[in-house]
Nanobody
């Protein structure tokens, strides 16, 4: 059974930083990419960033220059360094793992940006 677990969320002031982590357990074959999504209250879940098995990284425009995704897909881990946080970054952040025959989600970690 595959589990995806996020950690690192919390309360931070505007302009602050947080680092989210995602790790998986169980047997996963051939991860194609790992990604972060977020969902704010009353809004649909949106894609934030992803990293592929080839090392390519991409971001939604609203976080470019502020967020950095990194990780080791061979070790089934991914991180999201979030700097210069804004109130509009407040959301539950989810880790998503796309692999051979599977599309797995974590339960999310809450990020709240508030003074």
């Amino acid at each position: 059974q595959v589990q995806v677990v996020e950690s690192g969320g919390g309360l931070v002031q505007p302009g602050g930083s947080l680092r989210l982590s995602c790790a998986t357990s169980g047997i996963i074959f051939s991860i194609n990419r790992m990604a972060w999504y977020r969902q704010a209250p009353g809004q649909e879940r949106e894609w934030v960033a992803m990293i592929t098995s080839g090392g390519s990284r991409s971001y939604v425009d609203s976080v470019k220059g502020r967020f950095t995704i990194s990780g080791d897909l061979a070790k089934n881990t991914v991180y999201l360094q979030m700097d210069s946080l804004k109130s509009e970054d407040t959301a539950v952040y989810y880790c998503n793992v796309l692999s051979l025959g599977r599309n797995d989600w974590g339960r999310g970690t809450q990020v709240t940006v508030s003074s």
